[in-house]
């Protein structure tokens, strides 16, 4: 009976170890919370966690990602421009706060996505709302620079910086052309 008591006390030590080991991918940095509260976080490779007590709350990319976008705008002389975009954005760098910003300010990815495609249509409409349908062409530069400026702040606010927006296509409407 002594054998079998010691053997489960060795069952649950050796369970509690493997519970203890978390592994971060190369990429990837760990966020840690215990009892809900940020404790830490972990870079990539082997660690070490309290079993039970603490949980990978969440895990953040620190590679590029990137984004398209399709939508409308509507010129000053009322035609409507159709845009084709490539957003390419990633974390602003791997500071522990940079981390905590991040994996806290968004309730998911999704939510990020949808925040950060709004905040860039909306720039983007707002600068094609003050010009003509035949200058919007020529302007391709200037758009993507006043894009940058508006959002970039934002970004940071994120903890996110945005490396580059790719106007792909700009086409108009039939019925203007």
Known sequence: ???LMSFGW???LILLLFLSLV???QGTIAVITMFGKYRRVLRPGL?????ILEQVFKTVSIQNRSVELEFQAVTVDQANVN??????YS??????????NVA????SERDLMQALI?????SIRSFVATKRQAEILLLRREIVEFVKEQIDKTLEDWGYHLQDLQINDITFDQRIM
Do not use: C, W
């Not at 845009?83 to 390419?88: A, D, G, R, V």
């Not at 806290?104 to 309730?107: G, R, V």
């Not at 709004?118 to 909306?122: A, D, F, I, L, S």
């Open 104 to 107: 806290f300010k968004f309730i």
């Open 47 to 51: 660690s070490i966690k309290i079993p």
């Open 118 to 122: 709004r905040t860039v249509e909306g």
């Open 10 to 12: 060795l069952i649950v």
């Open 83 to 88: 845009f084709k975009n490539m957003l390419l």
């Open 23 to 25: 592994t971060v991918n």
């Open 91 to 100: 974390v602003i760098n791997q500071d522990e706060e940079t981390i905590k």
């Open 1 to 3: 009976m002594e054998f």
